[in-house]
T-cell receptor, first 115, second 112 residues
Framework: KAGVTQTPRYLIKTRGQQVTLSCSPISGHRSVSWYQQTPGQGLQFLFEYFSETQRNKGNFPGRFSGRQFSNSRSEMNVSTLELGDSALYLC??????????????FGNGTRLTVT | AQSVTQLDSHVSVSEGTPVLLRCNYSSSYSPSLFWYVQHPNKGLQLLLKYTSAATLVKGINGFEAEFKKSETSFHLTKPSAHMSDAAEYFCVASPRAGKSTFGDGTTLTVKP
């Protein structure tokens, strides 16, 4: 089974621009979660999608948004980029139905640098 | 509500010596508990998981963890550290529904 795939692997953007990151989950997984990882703040939860609906949301401004498609693939978008948005963005997928203790499976992340 | 506390932000051991990474959790129910490892610029990889079937859980690469309800702990151990074990380790609590709670991570350094 293919693992979680995140594209692109690296991205360099300028302040004020917007960016879209993509995540393809493991086949059969319906839940996709997004995390921001920085040296100062550690791992922070952004949001989780399940069956095309946002099920949970972290404490991030509205500039951060996401969506999930019918094939469970997910995208996250960051608008009006700030220097502080530079981070490793991790996507994780799981079965997500809540009836089993399904672990998260992570992609290798997208390294976003904002200059 | 649940919380996860990793008691050490950094642990340094010599190659061949035991590893102990400590994790305490707080929850109003019995969550599933996981340990993940992250190597530089990579995603998190599942090491092992506890889901109430057995209190001693064996994972990959020789790691194991013991769930102690009375101490609300889920410490990760390995009898003999290898250089390739150097990485960051995360303890995670997950409810049946809802978002997972991550510890702040423990950086393991292995000295030759």
């Amino acid at each position: 089974k293919a693992g979680v795939t995140q594209t692109p692997r690296y991205l360099i953007k300028t302040r004020g621009q917007q960016v879209t990151l993509s995540c393809s989950p493991i086949s059969g997984h319906r839940s996709v979660s997004w995390y921001q990882q920085t040296p100062g703040q550690g791992l922070q939860f952004l949001f989780e999608y399940f069956s095309e609906t946002q099920r949970n949301k972290g404490n991030f401004p509205g500039r951060f948004s996401g969506r999930q498609f019918s094939n469970s693939r997910s995208e996250m978008n960051v608008s009006t980029l700030e220097l502080g948005d530079s981070a490793l963005y991790l996507c994780a997928s799981s079965l997500g139905t809540g009836t089993e203790n399904s672990p998260l499976h992570f992609g290798n992340g997208t390294r976003l640098t904002v200059t | 509500a649940q919380s996860v506390t990793q008691l050490d932000s950094h642990v340094s051991v010599s190659e061949g010596t035991p590893v102990l990474l400590r994790c305490n959790y707080s929850s109003s129910y019995s969550p599933s508990l996981f340990w993940y490892v992250q190597h530089p610029n990579k995603g998190l990889q599942l090491l092992l998981k506890y889901t109430s079937a057995a209190t001693l859980v064996k994972g990959i690469n020789g790691f194991e963890a013991e769930f102690k309800k009375s101490e609300t702990s889920f410490h990760l151990t390995k009898p003999s550290a290898h250089m390739s074990d150097a990485a960051e380790y995360f303890c995670v609590a997950s409810p049946r529904a809802g978002k997972s709670t991550f510890g702040d991570g423990t950086t393991l350094t292995v000295k030759p």
